[in-house]
């Protein structure tokens, strides 16, 4: 495609290949225009629909807003918090059966999640129709006080999560409308009370993530907040994420405007349509050279063919690390870690060194969580994992390759001299490509190896 006629940014260039690589995650937002099959313009937003539509319903311009929220806490005002509820479930349910091309464009791109500042369910649908039936959706329930009953396992291209931000229409007291609703939403975000989904919050915190944001309407102080609170912003080392907003959404605050943009968060006005229509040809195009060429092929993942590998990390860092195994995984490598295969009742003092045994390869992963423990004489099991690999190295032949050095972030010098030869992977843009590609490299598969790998999954 002709750089010049493109709509994305230069300085959002590496998007493309985020997203070819599945690590963009997807954030639509009440600016995106409501389906044909209702609104015949093609152009008037979700929000503006609400807005007229609750006024239609209730015989109440909303106090002369067009902002949705103010409407709805101007109606609630007028017409009790259970009509309100009853009349907005009902408006967004018409949309259940619907979506549009935009939705339809994206929905063909390998996403993993999608974040939904709306109620509806448009890019569900569109998951659908472009055949993948293994989408799964879920909401925040900020009036709960647990998180979800059935465990979310973390998303894949072919199985992406559809979440809603604000709750969900057909659990009506889930839905963050009123200002008053907001504010307890972000008490409730904040103390993780309840928390997010795990497979979501590693996906966000994943320092690979970037995200595009379509009409998601920057121009309110609380989503400082909200993002913060996410870890969409305040992550190092992540690139530059996109986000596309009407024409005139800071004609008026641009300071708002240049503080999201400070934290990695780029903001023009453009017709997200047309970007959604490039993605997809990208895409398309992409694939027809022979498969996504961001990603390294991925090996058979078959027991003589993959390899095993530990995670070592601090507890602070399960999520993040919970993400990496999820790269690595999409990249033909086996993870083991105690979260998923220590059970209940088994001893670790037998177990963990039993499996640092038997696996092909360590990992090592250094953050500054374990900077700051280590400073401060906190104990770490991960002290005691990396002590366990350094004598097996020991046994090994010489010059083979068994620990893999994982850096996250501005972090120390490790003071254990044999981990100074052993090359470091900074969890970067390209950092799990890179170490995946590696340990691949390395691994020749024996029936030893095999036999570990079943054994270890047996486990």
């Known amino acids: 495609m002709d750089p010049r006629s493109s709509v994305l940014p230069a300085r959002c260039g590496g998007l493309v290949n985020k997203i070819h690589a599945g690590e963009c995650v997807l954030v639509l937002g009440p600016r995106v225009a409501m389906p044909a099959a209702i609104c015949p313009d093609g152009h008037t ?3 503006d629909y609400l807005c007229q539509k609750l006024a239609e319903e209730l015989g109440d311009d909303g106090g002369g807003s067009c902002n949705l929220r103010a409407v709805l806490t101007h109606c609630e005002e007028k017409a009790g918090a259970s009509t309100l509820r009853s009349v907005f479930q009902g408006l967004v349910g018409e949309l259940d059966q619907h979506t549009t091309d935009l939705h339809r464009d994206l929905a063909s791109l390998p996403i993993r999640l999608v974040l939904l500042a709306t109620p509806d369910r448009m890019m569900f649908n569109a998951f659908r129709e472009v055949g993948k039936t293994g989408v799964r959706e879920a ?21 992406p999560i559809v979440y809603s931000l604000f709750g969900r229409h057909d659990h009506p007291e889930s839905m963050v409308l009123t200002d008053k609703n907001l504010l307890e939403y972000l008490v409730q975000l904040t103390k993780e009370s309840p928390p997010l989904p795990d497979s979501v919050r590693a996906t966000l915190r994943a320092p690979s993530t970037l995200f595009l944001f379509v009409g998601f309407g920057f121009a309110y102080w609380w989503l400082r907040l909200l993002l913060k609170v996410l870890q969409v912003t305040g992550v190092e080392n992540r690139l530059l994420s996109l986000a596309l907003e009407d024409t005139n959404t800071f004609s008026s605050d641009q300071e708002n405007k240049g503080f999201f943009e400070s934290a990695g968060i780029y903001i023009q006005a453009g017709d997200w349509a047309a970007l959604a229509t490039e993605l997809a040809a990208r895409y398309r195009a992409d694939v027809s050279r022979g498969g996504e060429s961001s990603k390294p092929p991925v090996q058979s993942a078959t027991p003589d063919r993959c390899p095993l590998v530990f995670l070592s990390f601090a507890s602070e860092d399960r999520e993040m690390v919970t993400a990496l195994a999820h790269g690595l995984q999409e990249r033909g490598v086996s993870v083991w870690q105690d979260s998923q295969n220590l059970r209940a009742g088994q001893n670790w003092e037998e177990r963990i060194p039993e499996c640092i045994k038997r696996v092909d390869y360590f990992v090592f992963v250094q953050t500054e969580n374990m900077d700051r423990r280590d400073a401060a004489g906190v104990d770490g099991v991960y002290n005691r994992e990396l002590k366990l690999a350094l004598a097996r190295v020991a046994d090994k032949p010489y010059g083979a390759v068994f620990i893999f050095h994982v850096v996250v972030g501005q972090c120390r010098i490790r003071p254990e001299p044999e981990l100074a030869p052993i090359q470091r992977f900074q969890l970067d843009a390209s950092g799990v490509d890179a170490l995946a590609t590696r340990i691949r490299e390395s691994f020749t598969p024996t029936p030893e190896t095999a036999v570990s790998d079943r054994a270890s999954h047996a486990a």
Do not use: E, H, N, R
């Open 139 to 159: 909401y925040y329930d900020y009036c709960s006080k647990s998180g979800a009953d059935v465990p979310l396992s973390l998303p894949s291209s072919d199985k």
């Open 45 to 47: 937003p979700i929000d």
